[in-house]
């Protein structure tokens, strides 16, 4: 298995542009959490979809947020428009259950705002 | 309110010492799940031990050990003769059943192992 795919790696916009985040959990789970990871805050969970509901978006920061599971193997974090504050390391993760088998770990996208 | 506390920042060692990371958590739910992850510099995050709430029972995997006490709500990591290649972050992290399985981690404790 492949494990999760996040893309891309690294992602530097302008402030004010609209940036998407991609993730690809790995096939046969089906919770998928998305994660941001700042020197301030620490890893805090964003939201995250079970059989690709949205089931908690409490930590989602603010309306420019957005997120979606339109399957069973793709999920997107938008942020329009997008500033230097958002700025941070953003992880998805997957898992079969929610403590069955642990969770996995995408690579994470580094996101630069200037 | 399910919360998890590292009290250690950072911690420096040197090569062969052992080092202990501290986890203590709080959740008002009898299962459980308790978790570490480490946090190399290439930033990946990787799965290390997942322990259930009804298991005590003390883990050891090669240098790696843990330490699960209910009673002080702590699950307490150990390195035994550390390695330069063991320097990352250690992350423990706690997620119920009740709380929708939800993955809260702590603040993370940096490691740094000196040759």
């Known amino acids: 298995d492949a494990g999760v795919i996040q893309s891309p790696r690294h992602e530097v916009t302008e402030m004010g542009q609209e940036v998407t985040l991609r993730c690809k959990p790995i096939s046969g789970h089906d919770y998928l959490f998305w994660y941001r990871q700042t020197m301030m805050r620490g890893l805090e969970l964003l939201i995250y979809f079970n059989n690709n509901v949205p089931i908690d978006d409490s930590g989602m920061p603010e309306d420019r947020f957005s997120a979606k599971m339109p399957n069973a193997s793709f999920s997107t974090l938008k942020i329009q428009p997008s500033e230097p504050r958002d700025s941070a390391v953003y992880f998805c993760a997957s898992s079969l259950g929610t403590t069955l088998s642990g969770y996995t770990f995408g690579s994470g996208t580094r996101l630069t705002v200037v | 309110a399910q919360k998890v506390t590292q009290a250690q920042t950072e911690i420096s060692v040197v090569e062969k010492e052992d080092v202990t990371l501290d986890c203590v958590y709080e959740t008002r739910d009898t299962t459980y799940y308790l978790f570490w992850y480490k946090q190399p510099p290439s930033g990946e995050l990787v799965f290390l031990i997942r322990?259930?709430?009804?298991?005590?029972q003390n883990e050891i995997s090669g240098r790696y050990s843990w330490n699960f006490q209910k009673s002080t709500s702590s699950f307490n990591f150990t390195i035994t003769a550390s390695q330069v290649v063991d320097s990352a972050v250690y992350f423990c992290a706690l997620s119920s059943y009740n709380q929708g399985g939800k993955l809260i981690f702590g603040q993370g404790t940096e490691l740094s192992v000196k040759p």
């Open positions: 322990r259930n709430s009804f298991d005590e």
